[in-house]
């Protein structure tokens, strides 16, 4: 099983802690990493893209010669699952998306910035958006030009295996209907979409977890 977190979230967090424990319960060999500019791993956030951490993904599950891998990719970490089970199809046997965010850096970032917004990012290179006391997300110029290198609709692969997106009904960052575009396309034969009623878009919470660990 390998579990692939989201925006500037680490492999301490939650959902990571409660996966292993759920590996463990299975008797699942395990996987998940910081990110480059994430957690505990080295490298600076605003200097890296969705093609970067694509790309060290493929790499260690390579390296390690992972194979049958139960995919399960949160938020940003579900764009990587999916475009990994797309382009490998041979090694993954299921993918689970929990609040998956396939293109948001276009989608759901850029095509909501204000002007000014957009104008700090091309000028200035970044742009600071505090979300709370001790947390701001940076994003930078990279982060958005790079990542359109890897946009998922420019992928023509299809993936056979079972797939299901978990999404909260609660979610502000990722609107429960996002990946219904899927529904129409062919790129999942068979696709399951849950709406977990109440959940927000971190799908933390225990009754949220436990849905999802039926699907494991």
């Not at 390579?62 to 199809?89: D, E, H, T």
Request: hydrophobic residues 40%; positive net charge; charged residues 25%.
């Amino acid at each position: 099983m390998v579990f692939i977190h989201g925006l500037q979230s680490s492999m301490n967090g939650t959902k990571a802690t409660f996966f292993s424990n759920v590996a463990k319960k299975k008797n699942y060999s395990y996987l998940v990493m910081d990110l480059r500019g994430h957690g505990l791993s080295s490298g600076t956030f605003r200097e890296l893209s969705v093609k970067d951490w694509y790309q060290d993904l493929e790499k260690i599950i390579n390296f390690l010669k992972i194979n049958f891998i139960i995919l399960v990719g949160s938020s940003m970490g579900g764009w990587l699952a999916i475009n990994f089970s797309l382009l490998n199809q041979s090694k993954v046997i299921k993918l689970i998306g929990l609040a998956a965010a396939p293109d948001f850096t276009e989608l759901i970032l850029w095509k909501n910035f204000s002007n000014s917004i957009k104008d700090k990012i091309l000028i200035k290179g970044i742009y600071k958006k505090r979300i709370s006391k001790d947390f701001v997300y940076e994003y930078s110029e990279i982060l958005i030009k790079q990542s359109r290198l890897v946009l998922t609709k420019k992928i023509k692969r299809k993936f056979a295996g079972d797939v299901i997106f978990f999404q909260g009904s609660k979610d502000l960052s990722v609107p429960f209907n996002y990946n219904n575009r899927f529904l129409n396309g062919d790129q999942f034969k068979n696709l399951t979409i849950s709406i977990i009623k109440g959940a927000d878009h971190s799908l933390s919470d225990i009754r949220s977890l436990k849905i999802i660990e039926k699907e494991i």
